[in-house]
């Protein structure tokens, strides 16, 4: 008589086990407070693994970007001179969007992280920056036969990537509810209403109107020696201070209201 068992279950593949284990002790630990070491430990696998798949601690926040903007340079190339640039653009960046929604715990789980540990901001910014590039790279060769064309399509790559983000943060603070899609796709359209030489009408937004603030602005005075994660953690505490959030200021960078 011949028994059998049941096979014990697959382990992750070696890159999700490792993200697993690194948001699973900045949950418990903290972000500055995790090693590497720490971070294979729980994997169960060694330092040179972790660095085949990942270069730094940062990079096993951001997982997914290097694809992400592989896969919308690929896409960007693919386009033929026929199409709208502006909605090619704006199709490009719902590559992001679907990135993030294809996982919304983890994709809220990250936006918490990176409010709170200001040299995650900088890198996120550091990838916003290259996704822009991507962007205005190809909308500089559509418009090459333009006097104004690099000013254009770096006008445009920034409107577009200003828009989509503002929609996803929006979609992130509320913890990954609502329909995303729906926030990036008004949002987009305001930036083909404003840019396509054949405008399309914003869709309608998903969320209420937000309630009128007055115009201010902030000036940041910082050390020229600051460093950029310290600048932009006080640019996020001004606005916090605005909208009447207890955000602590770091020493040596001020902020000033008109």
Known sequence: MSTSSAAPPAKPPMRDALVAAAFQLFLERGYEQTTVDDIVALAEVGRRSFFRYFPSKEDVVFPDHESCLADMTAFLAAGGGDEEP???????????????????????????????????????????????????????????????????????????????????????????KGDAEAAVDHALGCVQTAFADAPARPAPSPFPPESPRPDDVVVLVARRDAPLWQVVRQFEAAQGESRGENTPAIQGTQCLYE
């Open 86 to 176: 502006v909605r090619r653009v704006s199709d490009a960046a719902r590559l992001v969007l679907r990135m993030y929604a294809e996982n919304p715990a983890f994709s809220v789980q990250r936006y918490r992280l990176t409010r709170r540990v200001p040299g995650l901001r900088a890198y996120e910014l550091s990838v916003v920056w290259r996704y822009e590039r991507a962007l205005a790279a190809y909308l500089r060769g559509r418009f090459a036969g333009r006097t104004d064309g690099t000013l254009r399509a770096d006008v445009i790559a920034a409107a577009v990537v200003a828009a989509h983000n503002n929609a996803l943060r929006s979609w992130l603070r509320s913890d990954g």
